[in-house]
T-cell receptor
Framework: EAGVAQSPRYKIIEKRQSVAFWCNPI?????LYWYQQILGQGPKLLIQ????????DSQLPKDRFSAERLKGVDSTLKIQPAKLEDSAVYLC???????????????FGPGTRLLVL | EDQVTQSPEALRLQEGESSSLNCSYT??????LFWYRQDPGKGPEFLFT???AGEEKEKERLKATLTKKESFLHITAPKPEDSATYLC??????????FGRGTSLIVHP
């Protein structure tokens, strides 16, 4: 079974530029998560989708970050404009069904490493 | 607000020296507590899910236990390949996962 795919793996941009990350979850997984992981810290949830609807985006800086999951499959996370403090690893994860007991285990992709100069 | 605190932040062991990692949590209506392993430059890898106090799960040299306030990840006779950061996460009634900062484990040969 193929795992969670993410691209690009690395990205270097200058502040105030825009950047987009792509995630393709495990086939059949209804729930998709985007996390931000700053060096030395645990992952911080940015947004959680159930199919193509948003479950939670309370920690997404909506003035600069946006995310969508069209057709309930793959997803894109965008930052515009980027700030220095956005330098981090952006992780995508999926679960069979985060809203059902016993099906909420998350499987992570390799992440996208973003450096903002 | 759900909270997860992991200790110690870093742990150095000699090969074969058993130890335990701690995950203390507060959550409203625990739905699950999760342990992950993260190697440098990679995404977290799922290890265990625990659902209720008293539950235990084992995998090779790892054993996870759960009480109403904390979880332990016991590592028996560790090997250098067990070196990684171990992350704990909880999910409660909000359906929103909350991660701890992790414990960085180094096992010396």
């Amino acid at each position: 079974e193929a795992g969670v795919a993410q691209s690009p793996r690395y990205k270097i941009i200058e502040k105030r530029q825009s950047v987009a990350f792509w995630c393709n979850p495990i086939s059949g997984h209804a729930t998709l998560y985007w996390y931000q992981q700053i060096l030395g810290q645990g992952p911080k949830l940015l947004i959680q989708f159930q199919n193509n609807g948003v479950v939670d985006d309370s920690q997404l800086p909506k003035d600069r970050f946006s995310a969508e999951r069209l057709k309930g499959v793959d997803s894109t996370l965008k930052i515009q404009p980027a700030k220095l403090e956005d330098s981090a690893v952006y992780l995508c994860a999926s679960s069979l069904d985060g809203m059902r007991a016993g099906q909420e285990t998350q499987y992570f992709g390799p992440g996208t490493r973003l450096l903002v100069l | 607000e759900d909270q997860v605190t992991q200790s110690p932040e870093a742990l150095r062991l000699q090969e074969g020296e058993s130890s335990s990692l701690n995950c203390s949590y507060t959550v409203s209506g625990l739905r699950g507590l999760f342990w992950y392993r993260q190697d440098p430059g990679k995404g977290p890898e799922f290890l265990f899910t625990l659902y209720s106090a008293g539950e235990e799960k084992e995998k090779e040299r790892l054993k996870a236990t759960l009480t109403k306030k904390e979880s332990f990840l016991h590592i028996t006779a560790p090997k250098p390949e067990d070196s990684a950061t171990y992350l704990c996460a909880v999910e409660g009634g909000s359906y929103i996962p909350t991660f701890g900062r992790g414990t960085s484990l180094i096992v010396h040969p």
